[in-house]
C-alpha cells in the first residue's frame, strides 16, 4: 500500500502541475508518535486555486476514543475490552479546488487500515480493512462531466464486482450530505469503508469461503485500480472547463458553493474531525482540505437554507444556479 | 428575559444601523415546535461586511441527547431518567464582521434556559440558569482598544461581585480556544455558563441562603447590565478603527483570520454544534455568524500551525501580524 500511494502521489502531483503550469510544495514530514507523511500542495497556481495530494503512513498506538472512530461500523473494537491498541494505516488523500467556477472541486481518498490483536499484539490475527472512495463537487452542472466522472468509476468497480458500485455510489450520496441543510455536497461518486475479508465473502456466494490473504489481494487490486482511475476520471473535466469565461457573479457563485465545502468538512467529514482531535496530528495537511477562499451569505435567494418548504426563490436569470440545486436537493443516477 | 433581549435588540441595530449608514433586514420566524425569533442582518454595509443580531424565544420538548449537550455541567439532568423535559429558552446573540481589517469583529450572547422539573413538569420546581458573554475578535493589535473593551466590561461585573470578572475572563479564555491551532481565537472579553442559585450561593458567604426567587432577579440584574455595556464597550473601538486606511496585505491576513473563525464556530463551538445537530432549528440564523468572506493558506508563515515548535517564522515586515499571533497563543490580563 505504501509503495502504491506514494508511486501514484508522484503521477497524479506530475499529470497536474502540468496542467497547472506551477510546481507542488513537498514537504516531508514525521509523526512523533511514529511513522509520517509527505503533503503536496499547489496554491494561487494558474489552474488550482488550491491543490494537495498527501500521503501519510503512520503507526503506533491507539487510545480508545480513537479506536472507536477509526471504523464506521466499530465491529470488532466495541467489544474488545483494552485500552490502547497497536495500529498501522496507509493513505491517500486529495482535494482540488480550481481557479475557474465551471471547473469542478474533486475529492478522493483511498486508506489502509490495520491493528492488532487486542488480545495477543505478537501472535494474534490482525484485523485490517481499506476504505476511500472519490466525489466531485461542480459550482455548475455539466451533465456530461458528471456522466463522465461516474462512467469512469463504474467502469472499475465493474471489473471487480457489479454490485459495489450501486453499493458505493450510495453510500457516497449518503455520507457527503450537509444534513443541517438538507442538499448533498456535490453529484457523488463513490464511497465505501470497512471492506475487509468479511465484506468480500458477504459480497458474492463463489467467495463465501474466500482465505484472509485473497481477501486482501482483491481488495487491493481493487483500490488499486480505483486510485489509477482518478487521473482518467478528472483530467478530462478540468482540461475542458479550466479556460472557460466567466462573470463575477458565477464566481460569488462558486465562493458560496465553496463555504458548503467548507460547513460539510468542519461540521460533518469523520476523517477531519477525528484529525483536529487528536493530539499531534499535522493540522496543515489535514486542512489543507479547505478552500484558499469562502463566503457565506445570509438567505442567499437560491441556495438559502429556508423553512417555509420553498427550495429556491424565483430568482430571474439564476437558471444554472438553480439547476445545481436541483441536484443536490435529489441526487441523480448519473450512467 | 424575552423584553430585555427585545429592547437591547433594537437598541443595538439601531446604533449599528446609524453607523454603516444601511438598515438591517430584520427576518422574524416561527419555530414549528414552539416559539420563533427575530433575525436581523446587515450585509455587505459600509462598515460591517456582515452583522447579525438574532433574538430567540423558543419552547416545547427536549429529546434526552439535546438536554445532555443544553447544559456545560448537566449536573442536574444526567442522573435524571428521563426522556424528554419541557424547557424555555431566551436569548440574544449577535456577531459583527466589520470590513476594515483594523477594526475588529465582535461576538456576544446572554441566555436564560428554564427546564421543568422531570418527575412533576406541572407543580415540580423548576431548574433554571443563565449563560452568557462577549468576546473580541481583532485582526490587528490595538491595546488600548483591548483595554477598553476589557475594563468596560469588568466594570459592568465590579458593580455586581468582585469575584465575576476573573472567574469569566479565565473561562472566556479557555473557551473560545482552538485546541487544534493551540492558539485563542481572539483577545478574550468574558463567558459564563450554568449561573443559577447554586453558584450565586457559592460566590459569597453573605449569599449562603438567598432565596431561588432573589438568585434569579440579581443574576438577572447582571445580565441585563452585561447586555447593556455591549455599546459602550464596542462602539467607541469600531467608530475609531472604521476608517484607517489600509493594504490589500492587510486585508488578505483579516481573511485569514476569518477562516480561522470559521473553523472555531463549525468545530469547536458548542451552540453552533448544537443548533445544526437540532432538527428543525433556524440554519441561516445559527450560520448567521460565519463571515462574509474568508481564506486559508497552507503554511501560512505567520500563523501556519507548525509541528516543530517554532512559533511563527522570521517573516520581514510582518510584525504587526506576529504581535496578534504572540497574544493569541499567550492570553493577556487587559486590566
Redesign the interface.
Known sequence: MEKLIKEQQKRIIDELSKIDGNAF?I?E?DR?NGGGGI?C?L?DGNVFE?A?VNVSVVYGKLPRPAIEKMRADHKSFVSADVDSLDFFAAGLSLVLHPKNPMAPTVHLNYRFFETSDPKDALNGKTNWWFGGGTDLTPSYLFPEDCEHFHKTIKDVCDTHDPSYYPKFKAWCDKYFYL???NEARGIGGIFFDDLDTEFIRQSSPASASISDKEAQERLFSFVTDGLCSFLPAYVPIVKKRKDMPFTEQEKDWQ?LRR?RY??FN??HDRGT?FG??TPGS???SI??S??????????DPVS??R?DGVESEDVEGMEREKELMEVLKHPKEWV
Chains 1, 2 share one sequence.
Open positions: 510544495t514537504d514530514w512523533p503533503s500542495v496554491q488550491k494537495g444534513t443541517h441543510r465562493q463555504g467548507v460547513e468542519l461540521v474531525s483536529l482531535r499535522r493540522i496543515e486542512l489543507m479547505l478552500p484558499r477562499t469562502a463566503k457565506w451569505v445570509y438567505m438559502g437554507t423553512t
